[in-house]
């Protein structure tokens, strides 16, 4: 399988750079999560893999999702998805891009390119018309209504117009229309009142567009919460994200998920100090007894949220160990009591492993989402696709 052949999507500037950090991906548990994801439903899959893949590696996921049975690929902006429409090896998996400005330029490009566009709004139905006949090929489009979320997607009391408008590109050749959808804002909080009156404005949205004259073959409402959720939500297609990559946003029903990525770093240094040493800016947390402490040389800059410090934990040495004092942008401490640990030793940050923290872990501790700490970490980290890190 290809997929054997691209193992480093990030080029390490000086040879191996694991020692400093190491993001690593197995492609298998990608692959096992859209099988699982696929499992729970009729409907064929649409990989998101905006943000570069939460962080993973656009290029490598949506190559392995689209081998283990993908249908479709879905990022935010036209630049990703020109990066994607780019592989001749995915030139048969649709790639739907949804955020864009009317006047921004590349639309027409993308368009020629082959990916498929969201529509959000009126202006910007009128922007992909205008942009396909300057390419000269009818835009394959997804209408998008907003059900509920208030963020993208056309407003209800504009349904009507923004069908016949939609109507009357596709009469003119300017658009092919493939898809309706739209977004759930509370699909992770099961029998959230929010999730039945959007399903239920869905529904209306898709009359606006029948009245009009439009079936759209492709109906797609699900992000990985509804899809895990709610099967009354599924339509025609899925659009899974985060838990494509490991972690489930409705832990009460479980699915078996693995976290795709590992982050490892090692030892810079180690050093003893005594009781009552102030440790890292601002001395938020001193010593209770003597102790020998590590240094980890990777910070925020790299993902590892300062809003963590005073809570993280990270596997070192056979066991998980506090994050002494703040989280600074290059570097923190960690305590290592009395262990006597030499500098190289292995930190996990991110494993899959029983006694590893993993990225749910670290949205605990500061306060936010597995979907946040995975699309935060930094450039600086090189990414490697391998065969496997059990
Ligand atoms: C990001 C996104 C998804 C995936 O969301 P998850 O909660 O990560 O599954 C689905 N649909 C749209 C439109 C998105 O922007």
Same mark, same amino acid.
């Given at each position: 399988m290809?997929i054997?052949?691209?193992r ?6 000086f ?8 993001a ?10 859209v +099988? ?5 439903? +009729?409907?064929?899959?649409?990989a998101?893999?905006?943000?570069? *893949? ?14 283990a049975g ?7 902006s ?13 030139a ?19 368009i020629?390119?082959g990916?498929e ?18 390419a000269g ?7 998008k209504?907003?059900?509920g979320i ?15 408008a939609?109507?009357?590109?596709r ?10 959808w739209s ?7 099961i ?7 959007q ?7 898709l009359?606006?567009l ?5 079936e759209p ?37 479980p699915?078996?998920?693995? !976290?795709?990525m ?21 001395h938020?947390r001193?010593?209770?007894r ?14 590892v ?16 160990? !506090?994050?002494l004092g703040?989280?600074c ?10 262990d006597?640990?030499a500098?190289?030793?292995p ?13 749910d872990d670290?949205?605990?501790? *500061?306060?936010?989402?597995p ?7 930094g450039?600086?980290?090189p990414r ?7």
């Open positions: 290809a054997d052949n691209y480093i999507v990030s080029e390490p500037v040879g191996d750079m694991s020692g400093m950090a190491k690593s991906m197995d492609w298998r548990r990608l692959a096992h999560n +099988e699982a994801l696929a499992a729970l439903t +009729e409907a064929p899959l649409m998101m893999v905006k943000a570069d *893949a939460y962080g993973h590696g656009a290029v490598p996921a949506a190559r392995v999702c689209a081998e993908a249908a479709r690929l879905g990022v935010a036209l630049r990703e998805a020109w990066r994607l429409r780019r592989l001749a090896d995915l048969e998996t649709p790639v739907m891009a949804f955020l864009y400005t009317p006047e921004q330029p590349g639309l027409a490009e993308t020629e390119a990916a566009l969201g529509i959000s709004s009126l202006a910007g139905l009128a922007a992909v018309a205008a942009a396909a006949e300057r090929t009818p835009a394959r489009v997804h209408l209504g907003d059900t208030s963020r993208g997607g056309v407003a209800e009391h504009e349904w009507e117009a923004f069908a016949e939609a109507a009357k590109h009469a003119a050749g300017a658009i092919d229309v493939v898809g309706a977004h759930l804002a509370c699909a992770d909080e029998g959230h009142p929010a999730n039945g009156m399903k239920a404005a869905f529904e209306r949205f009359a606006a029948g009245a009009a004259g439009l073959e492709v109906r797609h409402l699900a992000n990985s919460a509804a899809l895990i959720a709610d099967p009354e939500t599924h339509y025609d297609l899925v659009r899974p994200g985060i838990a494509l990559y490991g972690y489930n946003p409705v832990p009460r029903i699915v078996d998920l693995k !976290p795709v590992e982050l490892r770093s090692s030892v810079a240094a180690v050093k003893r100090l005594p009781a009552g040493t102030g440790i890292s800016y601002g938020t001193h010593l209770e003597d102790s020998n402490v590590a240094l980890v040389p990777l910070g925020y800059a790299d993902g949220p300062r809003a963590a410090s005073g809570r993280a934990e990270v596997y070192l040495a056979g066991r998980r160990r !506090p994050v703040r989280i942008m290059d570097q923190f401490v960690v305590d290592l009591g009395d006597a640990v500098p190289g030793e930190v996990v940050l991110i494993g899959a492993g029983e006694h590893h923290p993993d990225a670290w949205s605990a501790w *500061a306060g936010t989402i979907n946040e700490i995975l699309t935060g970490i450039a600086r980290v490697y696709w391998n065969r496997g890190v059990e």
